[in-house]
């Protein structure tokens, strides 16, 4: 450690206690302007643009255009800082908004996700975050091309190329989820439309970003990792007091537990629940027919939807009812083909409504020991994927390169993990804490005294409904079975489920704001510094001047931005399916040729072409067969195997690929096994 670190370390210091006093203030004042009738409105106005203003103060403070800052932050990070930034990094919009309410929805399931992240982060810190820092260099394809491609000045051909390309696909499916989950933030506490609310939420990405770079990323990052810890402690503790008496939720979490199964077990036995989930029942009957009439019950559905729409017309109806009927028109499916698809989706959606709740604590439930099997497949398969897709993550490996010296990258990964586990430790609690609240308080309640938060989130994709209740057996009374909740909505909702002031929701989705723009700056970073490292100074241009290889960044940068938000607009999937397939591909293509660069000497230029593109093809392969939005069928699957979880085959063909590849050609050359020698040699400390 050098004599310059404590300075710089304490300075930081105080200037991020400055930075949490000022934010307790501003909690404070809003919350009393709240109570002299400041309307709601207005204060979520005040979140999302004061929380934007101040991460594009920092962009602005903290802008450069020197190279080493621009791309690794100087390599001066201290290991605390570091941790935070990569938590902050590391705890997108999937794990801040999605996982909860995944749990929610499927109770032991989702705990995939939790031991697959985190078990994933102990693999980075064992196998590849410290020989990244000992390289010293700018990009994962920048070791890759190393390591494979001649030496640590070579330009790595074929190697770097396919390693940019993984990058930019693992990265751009993964942004795209962040970007999705900003629009939704900002529709909701700003009320303007979801489209627009994805480019609001563009410009603090790109003022951070664009300006700073790494060095502006960072500094932004740890900033935001405080919003959104506190943001999702708060309601996580009120609810945890109310249900349990007990302010610690990892507490309450295991004594709550008993009573929300006996009040599972009631609603599974509750008359008028059945009734409910008879109609699905019966819905999801008349899909079924319709399906096997095709194409013939396809021409008759359009042609009634026609008649409707002219019937509406001709008696003068009002203008609600001939826009449902164009509406129902258009969206009727365009084929026979596509009804089949529309159809088969509607009628697997009745039937999940027409099932009963199931015990939210029981592993793998299910009505045989197959599909008891097959849940416990998908299980570990989803762990595994997680798992090596979060060793091989682009932009969370570029951390690696930030810190000081090898050893602080070591310290810097136990820190991530310490802040990583605080909010992870305490989403299995806030999912069965708001479950509760909602089984004992919502249903079973008159639909006269509906909450006011469930026709806000009906109201904020009215294309796709996030929340919607339905009196479907006709009795005014509020049935588990007539409740859909999105798993986007559950964490942003919790406050208003909680009876908790709309302060705490405006803090909410500042939270999950600051968790989505601070991945979303790394992942878009990663990809434009693959392009402009990788391909234009490495592959194009090695003469070009660090002023040009920065300001080449920025424009890719702007460009790649805007893609990405043009297709998050188009609404591609539900975040957490996002994020699982962009884990799965980096698993499969650049995880086999990270650990096995690092730890078998073997492995060379020829087997690092063959494991990434076995992997990739194998992954997606996959996916394109068992996904139905992708064309595929889930009766296509192998084992039952999800889609999202591809990595589960992808992983083992990659490995197997590079080991046969390798062994098939000549041996690395003597710079590549110096290379490696040095990479796992015990560091000295500078």
């Not at 929701?505 to 968790?515: D, I, N, R, T």
């Not at 998050?568 to 996002?578: E, K, T, V």
């Not at 394109?624 to 990595?647: C, E, K, V």
């Amino acid at each position: 450690m050098s004599a310059k670190k404590p300075p710089y370390f304490r300075k930081l210091s105080r200037y991020y206690l400055w930075y949490t006093g000022c934010f307790a203030l501003f909690l404070v004042a809003l919350a009393l302007l709240e109570q002299e009738g400041m309307p709601r409105l207005w204060i979520g106005y005040i979140f999302m643009f004061a929380t934007i203003a101040l991460y594009a103060t920092i962009g602005v403070i903290a802008r450069t255009s020197n190279v080493t800052e621009y791309y690794v932050a100087g390599r001066r990070v201290p290991a605390l800082f570091n941790g935070m930034a990569t938590a902050a990094d590391w705890i997108s919009a999937a794990s801040f908004i999605s996982l909860a309410g995944g749990l929610y929805l499927y109770g032991f399931d989702s705990l995939a996700y939790i031991m697959g992240w985190t078990g994933g982060y102990v693999l980075v810190a064992l196998l590849i975050a410290p020989y990244l820092r000992k390289f010293a260099q700018y990009t994962i394809p920048d070791f890759l091309a190393a390591r494979y491609g001649g030496g640590a000045g070579g330009r790595g051909g074929p190697v770097r190329a396919l390693a940019v390309g993984a990058t930019i696909v693992v990265s751009f499916t993964y942004v795209v989820a962040q970007i999705y989950a900003v629009g939704l933030i900002a529709s909701r506490f700003t009320g303007v439309d979801f489209s627009v609310g994805i480019f609001l939420g563009l410009a603090s990405i790109l003022v951070c970003s664009f300006l700073g770079g790494m060095r502006g990323i960072t500094w932004t990052q740890v900033a935001q990792y405080i919003i959104l810890l506190v943001a999702f402690l708060i309601p996580t503790i009120w609810l945890s007091a109310k249900h349990a008496d007990n302010p610690v939720p990892q507490v309450a979490y295991g004594s709550l537990l008993p009573k929300l199964a006996q009040r599972e077990a009631q609603l599974a036995k509750d008359p008028r629940e059945e009734q409910v989930r008879a109609e699905f029942r019966r819905r999801a009957d008349e899909y079924t027919q319709r399906i096997a009439a095709l194409p013939a019950s396809w021409e008759a559905g359009k042609l009634e939807a026609q008649r409707a729409l002219a019937e509406v017309r001709a008696r003068n109806a009002s203008l609600g009812e001939v826009r449902q009927a164009e509406r129902d028109l258009n969206t009727y499916p365009g084929s026979a083909d596509e009804a089949r698809t529309v159809w088969q989706e509607q009628r697997d959606a009745n039937l999940a409504r027409a099932r009963p709740p199931e015990p939210h604590a029981t592993p793998f439930p299910g009505a045989t020991d197959a599909e008891s099997d097959k849940r416990r497949n998908n299980f570990l398969a989803v762990v595994f994927c997680l798992m090596f897709g979060t060793a091989a993550l682009p932009h969370i490996l570029m951390r690696a390169y930030t810190t000081p010296s090898v050893n602080e990258t070591r310290v810097s990964v136990f820190w991530t993990l310490f802040f990583i586990l605080l909010i992870y430790l305490t989403i299995p609690a806030l999912a069965v804490l708001a479950k509760y609240d909602i089984y004992t308080s919502l249903v079973g309640s008159d639909y006269s005294t509906l909450p006011t938060w469930i026709s806000y989130w009906a109201n904020v994709d009215k294309v796709s409904p996030l929340v919607n209740v339905t009196d479907i057996n006709g009795d005014g009374i509020v049935q588990l079975a007539e409740l859909a909740i999105d798993a986007d909505v559950l964490v942003l909702a919790t406050p208003e489920i909680g009876g908790l002031p709309y302060v705490i929701s405006g803090l909410v989705a500042a939270g999950g704001l600051a968790a989505a723009l601070s991945t979303a700056d790394g992942l878009l970073l990663a990809i434009s510094n693959a392009l402009s490292h990788d391909v234009y100074y490495k592959m194009v241009d090695p003469g070009a001047s660090t002023q040009k290889r920065v300001t080449i960044s920025k424009l890719l940068l702007l460009a790649v931005a805007f893609i990405a938000a043009y297709a998050a607009s188009q609404r591609p999937a539900d975040i957490l399916s996002l994020v699982g397939a962009a884990f799965s591909l980096a698993g499969s293509t650049l995880f086999p040729v990270l650990v096995l660069g690092v730890f078998w000497k073997r492995a060379n230029h020829t087997g690092a072409i063959a494991g990434m593109v076995t992997g990739l093809m194998v992954c997606l392969w996959y996916m394109l067969r068992a996904s139905p939005t992708l064309g595929g069928s889930l009766d296509a699957s192998w084992l039952g195997i999800q889609p999202l979880a591809a990595g589960v085959f992808g992983v083992p063909a990659g490995l197997l690929a590079t080991i046969v590849g390798s062994l098939l050609s000549a041996p690395p050359s003597q710079a590549n096994l110096r290379m490696v020698d040095y990479i796992r040699a015990p560091e000295q400390e500078s």
